[in-house]
C-alpha cells in the first residue's frame, strides 16, 4: 500500500469546519482512501472512504482531488468529541492489514 | 453487536510472567488482526488470521508472542516471559472481507504494563 503524508496537528473551534489533508502521491488506481480516528484512550474507529468520487456519511466528508494524489477529510462543524488523531490511509484490493502512519492530531477548542 | 470485545481492558504483570490477552471479533468477520500501540513505534501489526488461520505473522516481535485463533469467535495474542518493553496497548480488529473497500473494526484494547 502507498505511503500517505499529513500534517502533525491541526487546531479548530467548535462548530466550525475542518479540513484534513492528506497527500498520496504514489497512489494506485485500485487503491482505496480510508480515514479512521482515534479518540483517547479507546481504539481506532472507521470514519469514510472513498476510490473516486467524493463521499459523504453522517460523520464526515471526503474530498478527493481529480488526479487522486490528495484528499480532505472535512468535518462539517467540529464539536469538543471531534478531537483525535485522523489517520488517511491507502489500501490496494489485496491489502489486508492497515498501515497506520502517524496522523494528525486535530485538537477542538470551545 | 457488541463490537469486537477484548479482555482484560488492563493488565499489571512483573516481568517473566505470562500474559494472554482475549479477544472476540464481531460474529461473521473472517478476517481477525491483533497490532500494538506504542509511543515510540505507533500502531504495528502483530499477526492476522483468516478463516481462523494465521495468515501473516512477520509483526510478531520475536518467539515470546504466540497468537491462536481456536474457533471463529475466540483468539488469544500470549506472551511468555513477558519483558518491560512489551508494555504497550494490543488492539483486536476484525473485517468482514480483506483488502479495498474492506472496514476494520477495533476494540477498545488491552493497556499491558510490565514491571
Known amino acids: 500500500d502507498a505511503k500517505t503524508t499529513q500534517p502533525n496537528s491541526m487546531e479548530s473551534n467548535e462548530e466550525e469546519p475542518v479540513h484534513l489533508p492528506c497527500n498520496h502521491s504514489t497512489i494506485s488506481g485500485t487503491d482505496y482512501i480510508h480515514w479512521y480516528r482515534q479518540l483517547p484512550s479507546q481504539g481506532p474507529e472507521y470514519v469514510i472512504h472513498g476510490l473516486t468520487s467524493n463521499v459523504n456519511n453522517r460523520m464526515a466528508s471526503l474530498a478527493i482531488a481529480e488526479d487522486r494524489k490528495s484528499s480532505t477529510l472535512i468535518l462539517h462543524r467540529a464539536t469538543l468529541r471531534d478531537a483525535a488523531v485522523y489517520y488517511c490511509?491507502?489500501?490496494?484490493?489485496?491489502?489486508?492489514?492497515?498501515?497506520f502512519g502517524k496522523g494528525t492530531t486535530l485538537s477542538v477548542s470551545s | 453487536d457488541a463490537g469486537v470485545i477484548q479482555s482484560p481492558r488492563h493488565e499489571v504483570t512483573e516481568m517473566g510472567q505470562e500474559v494472554t490477552l482475549r479477544c472476540k471479533p464481531i460474529s461473521g468477520h473472517d478476517y481477525l488482526f491483533w497490532y500494538r500501540q506504542t509511543m515510540m513505534r505507533g500502531l504495528e501489526l502483530l499477526i492476522y488470521?483468516?478463516?481462523?488461520?494465521?495468515?501473516?505473522d512477520s509483526g510478531m516481535p520475536e518467539d515470546r508472542f504466540s497468537a491462536k485463533m481456536p474457533n471463529a469467535s475466540f483468539s488469544t495474542l500470549k506472551i511468555q516471559p513477558s519483558e518491560p518493553r512489551d508494555s504497550a496497548v494490543y488492539f483486536c480488529?476484525?473485517?468482514?472481507?480483506?483488502?479495498?473497500?474492506?472496514?476494520?473494526?477495533f476494540g477498545p484494547g488491552t493497556r499491558l504494563t510490565v514491571l
Open positions: 490511509i491507502l489500501r490496494g484490493q489485496a491489502g489486508t492489514a492497515l498501515i
Open positions: 488470521f483468516n478463516n481462523n488461520v494465521p495468515i501473516d
Open positions: 480488529a476484525s473485517s468482514l472481507r480483506r483488502g479495498g473497500p474492506d472496514t476494520q473494526y
